[in-house]
């Protein structure tokens, strides 16, 4: 899995990587099992600190999303959180999601189209991931 | 944590009453990683210019491993390597020559990681330093800075005047020696995203104080930017909660509030009366800006 990140991005750069990996979850890119790059490794490649990167694993792992065997490495957890209900980041997503629709002269069904799209392409990551892991 | 490189009140000037620094006091625990920011001439090279004991502060204290840097220069330097902002090597030396006469200095010299830093800059070892460009300099300043493996690297300005590229490159090979030797590192630079890239805590001097001295991530989570129309300076900004700076500026003023930005933008609206107030979290260089800028 690609990540990449933005020094001058609105986020820190722990919180980038730990939305990049959740993203990869949800999508399907990664997938229960999966081993993540040590942090060390991940650090050089970003070219960023490797305590940064410790920081976003330890936050993952505390969120449920991967977890590390000691002398093996950190993998995908098997089980992946549920968001508790009244999830509030997913209602500031909606929002962020409506008011840009609207903002380009769209709405609702622009959004709705978005959301549409966004979900083919993570199911055709889904499937490809599937074709190659019959292939190998 | 061991304390490392701990300055307390340190006052130093170049011309009578007016100090670069007024008062400057901070610590650095032991693999901890400091990047020191300010404006030209905030006093971050005469701060580390202190802590090598190249000059004394006309008051306060500074210890590096508990230690003196004026009265123990050798126990202090010989776990101390520094890249000063305009190092100068000698030109007609070769990098071989270079390299061995350092290891003659330092007994903890290691010859090993020597060659591979050698190598993996691509530096030929026969090459005189006066054929160098820029960017290989600076490689050949930091491999006199590490090979003794110090506990402390101090950095003045390691990327000034590097072209991206080379910054990079300059980055790659010090976050590898993090990686492997958990050194602490006090740098100093103005290239704001390398300073992200790093990471660590961040020291930001200013008018010969420290302005601000927190934890990176931290920092640009609970701090934030509030753009507002001027129409709503009419109260005293500073009364209100959080506040850190704010400055005038062509479309209104901008302050720098500890908190929330929803939070910080309700305290404005509220306190000020003031409709469109817009409050974001801002990448450092940004942050930067409107903590210092706008002043000089």
């Known amino acids: ?136 | 944590m061991n304390t490392i490189l701990q300055f307390e009140n340190i006052v130093r000037g170049y011309k009578k009453e007016e100090n670069v620094l007024n008062g400057v006091s901070f610590r650095m625990g032991q693999g901890e990683i400091v990047g020191l920011l300010g404006r030209n001439g905030a006093g971050k090279t005469t701060l580390i210019r202190i802590a090598m004991g190249l000059l004394y502060p006309q008051s306060g204290r500074v210890s590096v491993f508990g230690l003196s840097p004026t009265q123990d220069p050798v126990a202090v330097k010989g776990r101390i390597g520094y890249v000063a902002e305009d190092q100068v090597l000698p030109p007609a030396a070769t990098i071989r020559e270079l390299t061995a006469f350092h290891a003659s200095l330092f007994p903890k010299w290691d010859p090993a990681l020597e060659r591979e830093l050698v190598d993996r800059f691509g530096l030929r070892a026969d090459d005189k330093i006066k054929s160098l460009s820029k960017g290989q300099a600076r490689q050949v300043a930091l491999i006199c800075a590490l090979c003794h493996r110090p506990e402390l690297l101090i950095l003045d300005e390691p990327a000034g005047g590097l072209d991206p590229a080379a910054r990079r490159e300059f980055l790659e090979a010090s976050i590898q020696l993090l990686n492997r030797e958990g050194t602490a590192i006090l740098f100093s630079s103005h290239h704001m995203g390398d300073v992200e890239r790093i990471g660590g805590r961040v020291v930001l001097l200013d008018q010969g104080r420290v302005l601000l001295d927190e934890d990176l991530d931290h920092l640009r989570e609970n701090v934030c930017v509030a753009l507002a129309p001027s129409a709503a300076a009419n109260t005293r900004l500073e009364t209100l909660p959080g506040y850190l700076r704010s400055r005038n500026a062509q479309d209104g003023w901008h302050g720098v509030f500890r908190g929330e930005p929803d939070d910080v933008s309700l305290r404005i609206r509220q306190s000020l009366g003031a409709n469109n107030v817009q409050c974001a979290r801002v990448p450092l260089e940004e942050l930067f800006v409107e903590m210092v800028g706008g002043r000089q």
């Open chain 1, 1 to 136: 899995m690609q990540l990449f990140v933005n020094p001058a991005g609105e986020l820190s750069i722990y919180r980038q990587i730990m939305r990049q990996i959740t993203e990869a979850i949800a999508g399907g890119r990664l997938q229960p099992g999966d081993k993540l790059p040590s942090h060390r490794d991940l650090a050089e490649q970003l070219v960023i600190a490797p305590l940064t990167v410790k920081k976003a694993y330890d936050e993952l792992e505390a969120g449920g999303y991967i977890e590390t065997q000691r002398g093996r490495g950190t993998f995908v957890s098997g089980t992946v959180p549920q968001p508790a209900p009244g999830n509030t980041g997913l209602r500031d997503a909606a929002r962020n999601l409506l008011s840009l629709a609207l903002l380009s002269g769209g709405g609702m069904p622009e959004a709705i189209h978005a959301l549409n799209e966004v979900q083919k392409e993570m199911l055709e990551a889904r499937g490809e991931r599937g074709q190659q892991e019959k292939k190998s």
